[in-house]
């Protein structure tokens, strides 16, 4: 298991881990997990198969394009919905499972690219409401946790799902979590029953999203302590909805709010880690581990003054990810910078996110 300890000084600050402790992360085995409790039943009683993955090779160009297409469709869907004081439709759900799908399929054949799209600020997601917004992220940091807990495609589509619509409540609570100041306590309460609201918005789709769905839904805002708006405490609240939860505590924090500025990855894992009876420890893990404490698509400056963009993640090393300098020392864009993975390096570490 990773020593959190090694990861975080008293400041915050990353530590560069020793290389006989690199060898050690790397030798450690990827446990499967046990059997969850997510009930794998068909998703809509139209009995509408979901596609398998593709498994052609897709050019890079071409994925990236697809990807950034899906994402900004996926934000134009999340804001007529979260807009839309009806009902949502039967059609806006097709839509949306296929949103999700898209998603399964790009996670399975490119890993962590998709998780780009969630920091990278780009025209899609620039001025977008951030309630609209965490909806789509939600959805896919979800659904890169479900897959390393290895989870089928049937779980990953009913996960993806779940997270989509687990929020869509908050619109409710638009007034009170605008302002541009804190909310108070018993405000804070009242919003934190946005996932049952969720529920209740969505019961005249019950039919088509299934039980298993809709129970997820429902659960995202349970604690582990049993601290949530229904009580439930422990392995009563679905590992789905445990990962829901999570990781809409995760990108809440890294992504501005009107009252406050967003937090840098790694300060965000340090909350949800001083707040351990919050949250499984074995979910956060994962978290620490897939996502990374400085996700794909976010720059850090380097021990050598560099400033680089993470590509990817060293799944048992999350403080080495891979990355590619983009300004020199002297804050000069380079024209064909290097690629470094940082797990070989041991003289470059990572200081700080930027």
Same mark, same amino acid.
């Given at each position: 298991? $990773? #020593?959190?300890?090694?990861?975080?000084? *008293?400041?915050?600050? *990353?530590?560069?881990?020793?290389?006989? !402790?690199?060898?050690?992360?790397? /030798?450690?085995?990827?446990?499967t997990p046990p059997e969850d409790q997510i009930d794998i039943s068909k998703l809509f009683v *139209? #009995?509408?198969?979901?596609?398998?993955?593709?498994?052609s090779p897709v050019q890079r160009e071409n994925v990236i394009c697809e990807m950034r297409s899906v994402y900004a469709d996926a934000i134009v869907l999340a804001k007529k919905i979260f807009d839309n004081s009806a009902d949502m439709t039967a059609d806006e759900l097709e839509n949306i499972l296929a949103f999700v799908q898209a998603i399964v399929n790009i996670v399975q054949a490119q890993g962590q690219d998709m998780v780009g799209c969630v920091?990278?600020?780009?025209? +899609?997601?620039?001025q977008v409401n951030p309630?609209?917004?965490?909806?789509?992220?939600?959805?896919?940091?979800? =659904?890169?946790?479900?897959?390393?807990?290895?989870?089928?495609? $049937?779980?990953?589509?009913?996960?993806?799902? +779940? +997270?989509? /619509?687990?929020?869509?409540?908050?619109? !409710?609570? =638009?007034?009170? =979590?605008?302002?541009? !100041?804190?909310?108070? /306590? !018993?405000?804070?309460?009242?919003?934190?029953r946005a996932a049952i609201i969720s529920k209740e918005i969505l019961k005249n789709l019950k039919d088509k999203l299934g039980n298993a769905i809709m129970d997820i839904i429902e659960q995202s805002g349970e604690k582990m302590n049993g601290s949530g708006p229904r009580g439930l405490k422990? #392995?009563?609240?679905s590992?789905?909805?445990?990962?829901?939860?999570?990781?809409?505590?995760?990108? +809440? /924090?890294?992504?501005a709010r009107p009252y406050r500025k967003k937090y840098a990855p790694v300060d965000a894992l340090k909350i949800i880690l001083n707040d351990k009876d919050t949250f499984n420890p074995k979910l956060?893990?994962?978290?620490?581990?897939? =996502?990374?404490?400085?996700?794909?698509?976010?720059f850090v400056e380097l021990s050598t003054k560099e400033t680089a963009q993470v590509l990817r993640q060293n799944i048992k090393m999350p403080s080495s990810p891979i990355v590619k300098i983009i300004y020199d020392a002297g804050g000069k864009k380079v024209d064909e910078g290097r690629e470094i993975n940082l797990a070989h390096e041991s003289e470059t570490y990572i200081v700080k996110s930027v």
């Open positions: 298991m $990773i #020593d959190f300890s090694n990861i975080f000084d *008293n400041s915050g600050q *990353n530590k560069k881990p020793p290389q006989e !402790k690199r060898r050690e992360e790397q /030798l450690l085995q990827k446990k *139209n #009995d509408k198969n979901i596609p398998s993955p593709r498994t920091f990278q600020q780009t025209g +899609a997601s620039e309630y609209v917004l965490k909806l789509v992220n939600v959805c896919i940091l979800s =659904i890169e946790i479900g897959m390393e807990l290895n989870y089928t495609d $049937i779980q990953l589509v009913q996960l993806g799902v +779940a +997270a989509f /619509l687990h929020d869509i409540g908050l619109k !409710k609570y =638009i007034d009170i =979590i605008s302002q541009p !100041k804190k909310i108070g /306590l !018993k405000e804070k309460k009242e919003v934190e422990g #392995d009563a609240i590992q789905a909805a445990q990962i829901i939860g999570l990781v809409d505590t995760y990108e +809440a /924090l890294t992504h956060t893990k994962i978290l620490l581990e897939r =996502i990374g404490i400085y996700p794909k698509g976010t």
